[in-house]
């Protein structure tokens, strides 16, 4: 859900901070008062296009921070963790938009490329309006509305599962083709190859016991003067020794011991003492009659470290990793010594596979059909509720060739429309009237709401062009979408803005000099003041603010009808 949205230097927009709550907000204001330009500002702190012009006149740069709650958004929660940028759940979107049309991206403070912005930002927030329309016109989201919509949720996961394995043997297969091209001297290479690996017959735990067994044996001299050292200090040496000077301190406190006994436990540690001396110097003896022993041991381990290398090297890999790579070509000769035994059982399988996949897509298939009749006969109804009399939408399922199969299954789905009666259908994307556009899309939402994952819709002016019981038709709409959304609708008609649960005012503040554009969280009473402008233009009566009165208190009754229900 869009908590806040912050905007400062923009156009007009000195700086404007608007805090959302859940349910049908609405945005109104005169026209040029810059309404559309939060919708704006929204859409470039998620990650649309920018340029220049969109700095405020004697500023540098133009900053937008969006702060969402993701507590019921687990598919983003999870995008954020894969790219290590969660934190709780909560998360926030800042653009800085430079004058000279340079902009930088972040996602809770850390900076990132602007198209994983946008790529987060479809996750969070769908624009619909007289310029944006993000994820209506997306052969994806439209198959996936339809799919909800028809309750085929499991069966198209089934269908993905079934596409992956029947790819994953097929690639198996054209893996073992493609070797078998050049089996005979590939079968060469891998003979040749694991009879050096044999040969070498390298453990794994080999090349750490060579490695430190050399550097014994260069540093000899050195362990053995520092061996001759200790010793002489330990034992050899004459009269200072430590085993000496041990044996004479462990007898003077004996003789004492008999005098205070609490000096037993003194004179037990000196025996201690004089026992792990005499073992240590033992130990040093056989230690260093071993480094004398075997001369020739230092040749045979640099030739047998330096033929480890030299295989490590041919082979590109690390010495350590020879062992795996032993494995990994005994298997690799293995299957191609068997490649044709192999190929049958893997044709089996992906006959298998593949019979699995087209039997789960044909179920897909069948289902779609029978959800498009229902899901356009229900759309086309909204139409006409919305101004739209006449209208035709119609999903358009087509057969996929045999031979493109896709994961989602065997189908192209489009959705059509025919905004007046006599003109041909066409596909959504195209529709060139923004305000059809809109209201398109809110009979879709409406119907398919539950479909979408997306938490927070934008309408900017959808209303453009209606008025009288179809405006009313489309607050009651957007209100019934506010139910399961966050609905944030920029609006001048006073049908809509009644029927909201919140309600901003954006005007202009002029001094003459320079003009600020302002958002202003409206109470009851300026709401009334607000729909009385709104019904009847610059001179307002107390006619027109009783009807604005009255408007709201309808709009009260409907919410309050909601809530008891």
Known sequence: MLISLQVRNFAIIDQAEVEFAPGMTVLTGETGAGKSILVDALGLVLGERGGTGLVRSGANRAEFTAEFDLQNLPDARLWLEEQMLDVDDACNLRRVINADGRSRAFINGNTVPLQSLKALGEMLLDIHGQRFHQSLGRREVQRN???????????????????????????????????????????????????????????????????????????????????????????????????????????????????????????????????????????LRRYGDALDMDPARQNWVEERLDAIYALARKHRVEPTELPDLHRTLGQQLDDLEHAEEYCAELADKVAAAEAEFRNLAAQLSAGRKKAAGNFSSAVTGAMENLGMPGGVFEIRISPRDRSAPRSWGVDDIEFLISANPGQPLMPLSRIASGGELSRMSLSIQVISSDGSTIPTMIFDEIDSGIGGGVAEMVGLKLRELGETRQVVCVTHLPQVASLADHHFRIFKISDGKSTKTAVTHLSVDERVEELARMLGGVEITARTRDHAAEMLRSGSRIRQKEISA
Not at 174 to 200: K, P
Not at 256 to 264: A, T, Y
């Open 145 to 283: 509305l339809l799919d909800y919509y028809g309750g085929l949720n499991e069966v198209r996961a089934m269908t993905e599962t079934a596409f992956a394995e029947w790819q994953a043997v097929a690639a198996q297969i054209a893996s073992l083709e493609a070797a078998d091209t050049d089996r005979a001297s590939r079968l060469e290479l891998l003979q040749f190859q694991i009879t050096e690996l044999d040969a070498l017959a390298l453990d794994t735990d080999e090349i750490a016991a060579l490695s430190q067994e050399r550097q014994k044996l260069q540093n000899r001299g050195r362990l053995a003067e520092s061996v001759t050292g200790a010793l002489h200090r330990l034992y050899d040496g004459d009269p200072l020794n430590a085993q000496r000077l041990i044996a004479e301190a462990m007898q003077a406190i004996e003789q004492m011991c008999e005098v205070d006994p609490s000096l037993k436990p003194i004179a037990s540690l000196l025996q201690d003492a004089n026992i792990q001396v005499s073992e240590a110097q033992d130990m």
